[in-house]
């Protein structure tokens, strides 16, 4: 089993739709989760944190469920310009490694 | 505010030949410095970390080597270059925090 695990999409929504995407990890020590995007050749960039009480940032909604071990974005709203694939991405504890998932594609359309 | 500058951009190298790849952090202190490679369509694989100077991780084993002779300074090296080697490759950097950020990456296709 992979360490982190994401469904690749892609998620193809129109214009003002809301979107979520889940992440599972394997790794029950992990302790620190994010959130990156990542246009075509370009650079991941980092989205959001993700804390354990669920976070909030405009149109973003991160959630971490460590039982099930998976973490959530939530995009509402969505813009052309969310267009892009979204890496999920834990730390383990104890680790100085970040373990990346593949990433999902969303392509929002007129 | 902390930067980080990875040089060249794109490379074109024929197989067999040398590689160096440069990436150098300012506006931090003894961050952990890290190589990964992307190939088309794929995620990202780590190569190579580091968590001080002249101590590096490798994950991968490959023709491919890594060195840190300054704190901010994280090299990635190869002697003979393979088809496979072509990529998209990343250097980042990471705090406390653990929250990774990235240079804008260099394009490596070995012909």
């Known amino acids: 089993r992979k360490e982190v695990e994401q469904d690749p999409g892609p998620f193809n929504v129109p214009e003002g739709a809301t979107v979520a995407f889940n992440c599972t990890y394997s790794n029950s020590a992990s302790q620190s989760f994010f959130w990156y995007r990542q246009d075509c050749r370009k650079e991941p960039k980092l989205l959001m944190s993700v804390y354990s009480s669920g976070n909030e940032d405009g149109r973003f909604t991160a959630q971490l469920n460590r039982a099930s071990q998976y973490i959530s974005l939530l995009i509402r709203d969505s813009k052309l310009s969310d267009s892009a694939t979204y890496l999920c991405v834990v730390v383990s504890g104890g680790s100085y490694i970040p373990t990346f998932g593949r990433g999902t594609s969303l392509i929002v359309h007129p | 505010s902390q930067t980080i500058h990875q040089w060249p951009a794109t490379l074109v190298q024929p197989v067999g030949s040398p590689l160096s790849l440069e990436c150098t952090v300012e506006g931090t202190s003894n961050p952990n410095l890290y190589w990964y490679r992307q190939a088309a369509g794929r995620g990202l694989q780590l190569l190579f970390y580091?968590?001080?100077?002249?101590?590096i991780s490798s994950e991968v084993p490959q023709n491919l080597s890594a060195s840190r002779p300054q704190d901010r300074q994280f090299i990635l090296s190869s002697k003979k270059l393979l088809l496979s080697d072509s990529g998209f490759y990343l250097c980042?950097?990471?705090?406390?925090?653990?929250?990774?950020?990235f240079g804008s990456g260099t394009q490596l296709s070995v012909l």
């Open positions: 580091s968590v001080g100077i002249g101590q």
């Open positions: 980042a950097w990471s705090g406390p925090n653990e929250k990774l950020f």
